[in-house]
């Protein structure tokens, strides 16, 4: 699977995180059309815990159409985006 965007959002995205703070992300990717919005999550906390990661984590896996419409509504994702953290963008990357 690869993703469009991997954005974070929330504590860990604000620079407001403790020992106890969880992660926030929203996956954006084409391959969740053919999944079940309710299974779209499945191996995502093992891909992050088999990495290395530990921590609780919270997921939202959108397609492009359905994050694009709920960047226009009055949704978590819309009311996020301002803070949110594009994980895939060239910025973000380390030098």
């Known amino acids: 699977m690869s993703a469009e965007r991997v954005l974070l959002f929330g504590s860990r995205a604000r620079g407001t995180a403790d ?8 996956i954006v990717s084409s391959h969740f059309g053919l999944v079940d919005f309710f299974e779209r999550t499945y191996g995502l906390h093992e891909l992050f815990y088999d990495s290395g990661g530990y921590a609780p984590l919270d997921f939202v896996c959108l397609t492009p159409e359905e994050f694009d419409a709920a960047k226009g509504r009055a949704t978590l994702v819309a009311a996020v985006l301002p803070e949110a953290i594009d994980l895939l963008s060239p910025e973000v990357a380390p030098a």
Not at 19 to 26: E, L
């Open 19 to 26: 020992a106890r703070s969880d992660y926030d992300f929203i």
